[in-house]
């Protein structure tokens, strides 16, 4: 989809999406305009007859075979960008089925307190990822939207350039969400790696793919214990991006388990069934370096994730396995099923070479995470405060919703092993904290952040704007995060 700033008169679209105040009900430019086009439709019937309480929405047909869709935007006053963008989303998905010939179009309004910029990147953005349906396997394919324009008389080119940045980001969020939906049985580690030298070879980035001979001289002996139950060949990528004056080097590492079936500690039925998705950390880090390597800022940006499956079999990594890291500090293995740390833990080593002025982790990590905050809050932590409040401001400006988690040095106690530096499980409480203080023994960065996605990175129910199942949690806050 390609969202198109443009004055009313060079709308192509016969779907309009018209938005309208429940307490200020008056023309503006392009309402005045559309009025005129539709015969008084908006003066007489729709100000007349519509309420325009938030979220609410009706469509009128007219004879010339135009459908206007207008939508409520509650109290003038009242309205915030986070109503805002759940409004726009239950438009889309309304006006969607009216869609003739590719497009839809949308008055841009203005508000005394957001920008218009904002308004209409918001709109491009959730409206892509409204327009996005994992349809592959599907004999009916859905009315998909190509040409969304955006209809104003202020064509400025601030509002055009925000527009073009949240087309890609809303791209880049639905790139993520089709690796996520796709089944374990095709996104293999090494599937997966395939697509990450595409997208090297389109964007014109390094990539290093490492198979599990190499894996092994490089020491990623805890990655490679929890694939060696699987018949599917482990494997690691690290790609870069690289800007013409980089300001920044930032290193981004996603968990990359193709399947978490738990390994020997296997998991019950129904904690298996959405365990394809384990790799949403890795197809995130996908996702971005495609929206950074599209926008070309000045930084360098290294995405780097393990693949494997975690898998019960005669070859399986067991509990009570000591497993040299890549680091060099010895694990216990207590748990089978707490195999995204020990994945991450050889990983963040590796990163340590790179010299990065900060790393950043996102993982489907804990279950925890999930009791704590629920799905459809991200939890966040880490060992610098300034980079976790930098993380949360601009989290609160995309809408995605993140929780700070905390992390106490004297958390290592409940991971104390007599036979080894540390087990990887501890203690039933504070499961997420405890899995986040697991993984600072692997890092020497001293900006280090860890978000933990397992609550919002597939969910089975929509939440405002956010799509269910695959999400793309994240995905648009780490963009503007390295975009800053
Ligand atoms: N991949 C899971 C975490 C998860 C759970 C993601 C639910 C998405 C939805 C992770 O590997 C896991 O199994 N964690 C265990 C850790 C435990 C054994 C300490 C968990 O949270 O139960
Ligand atoms: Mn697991
Ligand atoms: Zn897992």
Known sequence: MKSNLIRPDEMTAKTIIVPVFEDLKELSEVKNILDEKFSGLIENNIFKNFEGKLNETLTYQQASGEIILALGLGKYDELTLDKYRCAISKAFLAAEKF???GSLALELISHKEIAKNCLAASAALISAVCNYKFDKYLKE???KVQNFEVLTYDVDNSIKESLKIADIMGEATNFTRGLVFESAEVMTPTYVCEIAKKLADEKGLEISIFNKDELKKMGFNAFLAVGQGSAKEPKFFHLVYKGKNPKKKIALI????TFDSGGLDIKPASSMLTMKTDMTGCATVLGVMKAIAEIKPDIELHCMSALCEN??????YKVGDVLTSKSGKTIEVDNTDAEGRLTLADVLTYSDDINADEVIDIATLTGAVIVALGDNITGIMGNN?????????????????????????????GLKSN???MKNTGPRFAGSSVAGRFLQNFTKSEKWLHIDIAGTAYTDKVHGEIPKGATGAMVKTLIQYILR
């Open 99 to 101: 869609v003739k010939e």
């Open 385 to 413: 405060q300034e980079q976790i409040d930098k993380f949360k401001e601009v989290a609160s400006k995309t809408g995605e919703r993140v929780w700070q988690l905390p992390i106490y040095d004297d958390m290592m106690e």
């Open 141 to 143: 394919k859905g009315n």
């Open 254 to 257: 996603g968990k990359g388990i």
């Open 311 to 316: 898998m019960p079999s005669g070859s399986s």
């Open 419 to 421: 036979i080894a530096d």
